[in-house]
């Protein structure tokens, strides 16, 4: 244990059992989706020395004291399913898990929100909002684990997002304590973008309001491309329908698919489109739509039997990566029109083990989450190089003109290129207001100084080293 033992005291003194530091929690705690090599967890300080179950507003308040006037740092969790590295310690401290966050829900039926703890797993939130005649406007694919909290301050995006934007946009209102230690609440008139993709560096957020929309059911048609050429060129004219999703599967992840559900689908890119439908003739229109859009782009129609299994398979991420016994996952943001030389290239490189899984978030961007699925535990060494290539084709800059999904700890140094120079300047302007002593996750957003030789930083030396041992 490296807290000094004034340190541990005041945690306790104010916080009690949910203060804990024996080995099985802090080993718990050390990571998050994606656990990492050997030779990188040397490099950080990723084991925590205490993790805190955080109850209240006002027990995250006495927190940012302790930890403001005895330097620790605080690193955020809540699902930890990011496999970005966001929810690890860079500088060991404390973690605080916002799990527990007292609950709440209150449905405001004529602004079309709902006021809740930002610890509210997705499917939970969904289940309640749905007995009331609403749902969420958009919800990651991660939907069963992760937490309304972290998919915000991780910038995401998912299901939904083509038509209602990611989760800035989902956002009426936030309450954040601050690691000054002053709680204030966000609305649309103060620039709650600071928060999107923040990673839990500007403050904690402690309650969230988010924009709904009525239960509108959902129609569902599905299909099938031989080519990257011919999914891309597919993805835009599915997009003019003006969907509320497009999601596609990649050839090894629908041989995947298959093995799960006894089918036997061809291998090759399958996608399926949901549009929000009320009336008889909105179905039609969808399916005269669709139909066009199949034909203009030399796809294949998919029997409606299958399409109901894959809509359903688009939560068995979880359950895919939990059986495999070694896995690699990382996320990229692609334009469709610039990116099918990197989509061959990627698959090239990966042959066999690759697995994508796309959503368009816009209509003419995607994200493609790409999971390494291996039959075996593979060496430390392996790892390691894999990590490395996976790093090179999320950030190398190229004509795909393709940007990290997130920066958490991974992808630090990159919060620029995923929302602009002015956006960095307005977010460095605020860290230095609100957290001048950098004890509100530090190591994440803006690259952090390597730990062993603390003048450079760490994003060059895992620049440089996916380059030289690639
Ligand atoms: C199979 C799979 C599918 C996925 N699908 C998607 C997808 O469709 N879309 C998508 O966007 N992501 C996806 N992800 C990534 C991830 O699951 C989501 O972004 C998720 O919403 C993160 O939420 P979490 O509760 O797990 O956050 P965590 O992993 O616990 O935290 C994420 C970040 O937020 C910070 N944080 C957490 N809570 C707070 C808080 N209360 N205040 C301030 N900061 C906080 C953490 O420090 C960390 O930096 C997927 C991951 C996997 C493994």
Redesign the pocket.
Known sequence: MTLKKTTRTSFTRHLGKNFKDDYTTLQVYSR??ADLPKQVKLFIGNVPDGVIQVRTKEDMQKIYQIANETKVPI?????????FG??VPYKKGVVVD?KGLEHHFLVDPLELTVTTN?SVVFSDLQRQLNLEGFSLCAY???FH???V???I??G????GSIQYGGALEQIAALEVVLPTGEIKRYTEEDDISLFVGS??TLG??TEVALRLKFDIPLKHQGCTFDSPAELLNGLKHLAEIKPFSIWFLNPDHVALFNELFGYNLPRSYLAIISKEVSFEEEEQQFNTLFNNAIRSSGGQILDRRYIKDIWDFRFK??TL?GESPDYL?TEVILPIETSERYFRKLISKFRGKIHLEG?MISPTHYAL?VYLLFDEKISDIKKMILFLKLYKVTTKRSKSKRTPYST?LWFSGYYSSIYGKDQYKKYLEFKKKVDPKNIS?PG?VISPKFRFLPIIKLKPIVKLASKLML
């Open positions: 998050d989706m690193t955020q969790r809540s699902g930890g399913t990011a496999g966001g929810s916002t930002p990651p694919s991660s684990s992760a937490t909290g972290g998919w301050a991780h995401g995006h998912g299901i990673h839990g904690t957020i991420g979880f990566i996952v959503e989450l958490g996750n994440k």
